[in-house]
């Protein structure tokens, strides 16, 4: 076995702050329409404002940081083995195959999959979060511009997209299960280091 550095440390410090903000922007969301009792109300309302602008912070650095190092080149999806990784997915896995991804390198860290579902993410719920967030945010007075229908809308899109982070955040934590061990891709996030097979093509390299 060898090992490379898959992750720098500012990935690794994105992966996991915007992670556990995500939890908080959940739990104190959640606690708000009154489904949870964690914090209380008021602190929920305090520490979800709060997060929320924190993230939209370290969205707006990380976008700044991927165009900057071409980091972006790695969410931009791939037919590439397409059908080879979801039929891994779909069955592949629970016979213990291999995975048609596993030597990752620092030119191809996400298999098609994960690239289709992280662009869908960076692209499209975590813009219409953040929207619709502000416009909840700025509008939710009375008085305010925007009329009752149209906001219920927006609070629906919002809580929804909310469900859809819980249902990925969910299977993500599944995932990091899957690797040769159960701690191997954790473990990558953690300390930034992939292992990879030394096969004949690789000592070649």
């Given amino acids: 076995m060898k090992q490379h550095i898959l992750y720098s440390k500012f990935e690794r410090f994105w992966h996991w702050t915007q992670m556990a903000l995500i939890v908080l922007l959940l739990l104190t969301g959640f606690e708000i329409?009154?489904?949870?009792?964690?914090?209380?109300?008021?602190?929920?309302?305090?520490?979800?404002?709060?997060?929320?602008?924190?993230?939209?912070?370290?969205?707006?650095?990380?976008?700044?940081?991927?165009?900057?190092?071409g980091q972006w080149k790695h969410f931009i999806p791939s037919k590439n083995n397409y059908k080879k990784q979801f039929r891994y997915y779909a069955y592949g896995i629970f016979r213990n195959e291999p995975s048609p991804h596993a030597n990752k390198t620092n030119g191809n860290k996400f298999n098609p999959i994960q690239r289709l579902v992280y662009a869908s993410l960076l692209v499209i719920a975590f813009p219409a979060q953040?929207?619709?967030?502000?416009?909840?945010?700025?509008?939710?007075?009375?008085?305010?511009?925007?009329d009752s229908s149209t906001f219920e809308i927006i609070a629906s899109i919002h809580t929804l997209l909310a469900f859809l982070l819980v249902s990925f955040l969910l299977l993500h934590i599944y995932m990091t299960t899957t690797g040769k061990k159960i701690n191997t891709y954790v473990k990558e996030m953690v300390t930034g280091l992939h292992e990879i097979e030394e096969t004949q093509e690789n000592i070649k390299a």
């Fill in 33 to 69: 329409h009154g489904n949870i009792t964690v914090f209380g109300f008021e602190e929920s309302v305090r520490l979800h404002n709060s997060a929320a602008w924190s993230f939209i912070g370290l969205t707006a650095i990380t976008i700044f940081w991927m165009l900057t190092v």
């Fill in 130 to 146: 953040i929207i619709t967030g502000l416009l909840y945010f700025y509008f939710r007075y009375p008085g305010n511009p925007v």
